[in-house]
T-cell receptor, first 114, second 113 residues
Framework: DGGITQSPKYLFRKEGQNVTLSCEQNLNHDAMYWYRQDPGQGLRLIYYSQIVNDFQKGDIAEGYSVSREKKESFPLTVTSAQKNPTAFYLC?????????????FGEGSWLTVV | QQQVKQSPQSLIVQKGGISIINCAYENTAFDYFPWYQQFPGKGPALLIAIRPDVSEKKEGRFTISFNKSAKQFSLHIMDSQPGDSATYFCAASIASGNEKLTFGTGTRLTIIP
C-alpha cells in the first residue's frame, strides 16, 4: 500500500525534551517536506529536502532539525529550543520532474507539550 | 511575506448552494495553482489544479476559475453537500522548477442542511 506514513499520530512531550517525528514514504519521491499547522495560520514550511543528504530551511526552521540519510525517510526532531511546539505536523513528498508540482501529504502527527 | 492571500477565513453555505473561495497571488512567475481539501485530523489531499493557459477547469462539482491579469483564482463548489465541509487551501508554485508550494491560509467551509 503506497503512501506516506507518519508516526506517532499523537505525542506528548515534557518541556525541555527533544522529540523525533518519523516520516516514511514508499512512493519513490525525490523531495520531502515538513509543515507545521496551527489554527488559522495555514501550513508553514519547516524544512525540505530534494535529495539524499541535503536539506534546506523553510520559513520557520528555528528549533527544528532534520536528516535525510535515505530517500524514503525524512525524520523531524523538535528540539527544546522550539518555544511553542504544540501543533499538528505534516510530512509531504513530491516526485521532481512530474507534471505540475503536486505534493502529497501524510496523515499528520499531533504534538502536545505538557 | 505572504505571497498567496486567501479569503474568506470561514464560510457557511446552505446545502445545495454554491461555495466560493478566492485566492490572490503576487508572484507573476507562478504557473501552477492547486487546491487542497483537508478534513479534521487528516492531511490535505489534492482536489483540483489549474495552469494559467486556461481560464477554467472543472472536475465534477468543483471548478477553478483563473484570472491571469488580476492574479486571482477561485474555487467554486456547486451543489454543496455536508460532506464538503472541510478546510480548503489554495497554493501556487512554479511548475517547471523545484520551487516549493506557497499555501494560502485556508478557508473553513461548513455546509448546513
Amino acid at each position: 500500500d503506497g503512501g506516506i506514513t507518519q508516526s506517532p499520530k499523537y505525542l506528548f512531550r515534557k518541556e525541555g525534551q527533544n522529540v523525533t517525528l518519523s516520516c516514511e514514504q514508499n512512493l519513490n519521491h525525490d523531495a520531502m517536506y515538513w509543515y507545521r499547522q496551527d489554527p488559522g495560520q495555514g501550513l508553514r514550511l519547516i524544512y525540505y529536502s530534494q535529495i539524499v543528504n541535503d536539506f534546506q530551511k523553510g520559513d520557520i526552521a528555528e528549533g527544528y532539525s532534520v536528516s535525510r540519510e535515505k530517500k524514503e525517510s525524512f525524520p523531524l526532531t523538535v528540539t527544546s529550543a522550539q518555544k511553542n511546539p504544540t501543533a499538528f505536523y505534516l510530512c509531504a513528498s513530491r516526485k521532481i520532474g512530474e507534471a505540475g508540482n503536486t505534493i502529497y501529504f501524510g496523515e499528520g502527527s499531533w504534538l502536545t507539550v505538557v | 511575506q505572504q505571497q498567496v492571500k486567501q479569503s474568506p477565513q470561514s464560510l457557511i453555505v446552505q446545502k445545495g448552494g454554491i461555495s466560493i473561495i478566492n485566492c490572490a497571488y503576487e508572484n507573476t512567475a507562478f504557473d501552477y495553482f492547486p487546491w487542497y481539501q483537508q478534513f479534521p485530523g487528516k492531511g490535505p489531499a489534492l482536489l483540483i489544479a489549474i495552469r494559467p493557459d486556461v481560464s477554467e477547469k472543472k472536475e465534477g462539482r468543483f471548478t477553478i476559475s483563473f484570472n491571469k491579469s488580476a492574479k486571482q483564482f477561485s474555487l467554486h463548489i456547486m451543489d454543496s453537500q455536508p460532506g464538503d465541509s472541510a478546510t480548503y487551501f489554495c497554493a501556487a508554485s512554479i511548475a517547471s522548477g523545484n520551487e516549493k508550494l506557497t499555501f494560502g491560509t485556508g478557508t473553513r467551509l461548513t455546509i448546513i442542511p
